[in-house]
């Protein structure tokens, strides 16, 4: 089992481009959810997807979206990046939202905004 | 809205002592309580969960936890530390009934001295 897995591990990008991260849940997880984590900060929730829909949504603005596909998968997506999204970003992967709490993580996506 | 305060950001112990990270949340009804430990350049990992019944709770890797209610609460504690236990380690808390998303704490670095 190959757990959750993200891609890219480490990805720098200039201010105001666009960046696609990715995401694959672990074997048999059906739910996504993804975290931003600032250094030295916990994780925080961006959203959550569930049957290839957004389900849930935290205190993050519309340049974050995301899209789950049919086998599972999911990407988030960020537009206009501003120097202040240079984060980790995490996936984690559960079944069903009810387990969200319980969610298996990846070892996330280093983003650097320059 | 539901909250956690992790008040050491730093923790220093001697290999062999016992550890106690400290947790406080602020939530109206029973909350979920979760503990969970991030290698250097890891996801993180679940060590403990606290849903209902026996406030002291047995996780992985010689983890337990307790509920305390009264205070607020839910320290984890290890009786005697490894140098592989040097981590970040993050409190959070979910919502009963409600979203399942958890809220974390921003950590608390434990650091091993040989």
């Known amino acids: 089992d190959a757990g959750v897995t993200q891609s890219p591990t480490h990805l720098i990008k200039t201010r105001g481009q666009q960046v696609t991260l990715r995401c694959s849940p672990k074997?048999?997880?059906?739910?996504v959810s993804w975290y931003q984590q600032a250094l030295g900060q916990g994780p925080q929730f961006i959203f959550q997807?569930?049957?290839?829909?957004?389900?849930q949504r935290g205190n993050f603005p519309d340049r974050f979206s995301g899209h789950q596909f049919p086998n599972y998968s999911s990407e988030l997506n960020v537009n206009a990046l501003l120097l202040g999204d240079s984060a980790l970003y995490l996936c984690a992967s559960s079944l069903g939202p009810k387990g969200a709490a319980e969610a298996f993580f990846g070892q996330g996506t280093r983003l650097t905004v320059v | 809205a539901q909250s956690v305060t992790q008040p050491d950001i730093h923790i220093t112990v001697s290999e062999g002592a016992s550890l106690e990270l400290r947790c406080n949340y602020s939530y109206g009804a029973t909350p979920y309580l979760f503990w969970y430990v991030q290698s250097p350049g890891q996801g993180l990992q679940l060590l403990l969960k606290?849903?209902?019944?026996?406030?002291l709770v047995q996780g992985i890797k010689g983890f337990e936890a307790e509920f305390k209610r009264s205070q607020s609460s839910f320290n984890l504690r290890k009786p005697s530390v490894h140098w592989s236990d040097a981590a970040e380690y993050f409190c959070?808390?979910?919502?009963?009934?409600?979203?399942?998303?958890?809220?974390f704490g921003r950590g608390t670095s434990l650091i091993v001295h040989p």
């Open positions: 606290y849903f209902s019944g026996d406030t």
């Open positions: 074997s048999g997880h059906d739910t």
């Open positions: 997807y569930y049957e290839e829909e957004e389900r």
């Open positions: 959070a808390v979910g919502v009963s009934g409600g979203s399942y998303i958890p809220t």
